[in-house]
């Protein structure tokens, strides 16, 4: 079954360090979720859903009626999964009390970057640290029971002083699931620039890996699985009871992780079906005008066997269980064992069973490792 996402580009304010497509024209708000619908309407095929994902931007800029509008046409359009997992992404400061009124959403994703206030002025986030205790609890009291927190690490001037209390402050909270990435200076962005013109610089590169491993230590030691490379999962009771994966893993992104097909609607947003994949105008007026005139504004691409080989290398490995040795043909399989041996020999990488992957070692090297195996 597909994993079905939902790009809301619409931001209040753009943070620094942010390389996705986001847009301040709040004013196309509701004439966007219309567009989303009547894409829906466009496609010729609508397979079984098992995950939605609300990403952005930030999808609690969208009112309620458009939240209700947009999610019950999904309903009409795709078989859904009684069970589905439903995820939106929220600033801690958009949560109020009843907002998830009469929506299916299961599962909120929040951006806390950091509980320190001078560094959230920094990267020019609205709210306060007080703000994301505030929506941890107006959560809970309204039964979200499955709550996705997001950290970074690696600030200019952060001490690993700073980055524990972070990592206490988040422990304090109790969230399902936790994401890490260390801060990244992408081309294009605010900061980048800032780092260009001598106004911030990178974080050492060692304290940066202690940064990472102490985080890993941290959380296991707190029950959580390590499940992906910047991704952790609360193991439950009876998960630990059953030596199960952790349930709170994210289904949606475990899909992209694990080649299961996905459905992208809206501006810049990507789909792929095993064979293909293709993405829309990252152009909000762009991408509306097209949909009001009843044309897909898509760009697409086959999958040869080569590219489906350096993607299942960029994703599979990412993941805890690694990649699935049986899915290469001959040829790649080879390939690949081959590559992979110097790693191997350094204990970087592991195979268990029929999957290779990283090891705790080799997670601290993995763009490099990954580089050295692709086709490319």
Known sequence: MAGLYVHIPFCASRCIYCGFYSTTMLELRSRYVDALCREMSLQKKHPPIETIYLGGGTPSQLSHDDLLRLFTYIYKVYPVATDAEVTMECNPDDISPSMFRDLPVNRVSMGAQTFDENRLRLLHRRHTAEEVNRAFDILRADGIRNISLDLMFGFPNETMDDWQHDIDHALRLQPEHLSAYGLMYEEGTPLYRMLEQGKVSEIDEELSISMYDTLIDRLSKAGYEHYEISNFAKLSDDDKALHRPSSYRSRHNSSYWHDIPYIG???????????????????????ITAIEAGRLPYTEESIDESTHYDDLITTALRTREGLDLDRLSPPYRSYLLAQAQPFLDKQMLA?????????????????????DLMHV
Do not use: F
């Open 265 to 287: 609607l809206g501006a810049a947003a990507h789909s792929y079906d095993g064979h293909s994949r293709h993405w829309a105008v990252a152009d909000l007026k762009q991408y």
């Open 351 to 371: 195979i268990t069973g029929h999957h290779l992957h990283l090891t705790r070692q080799g997670i601290l090297l993995s763009n490099t490792i990954m580089s």
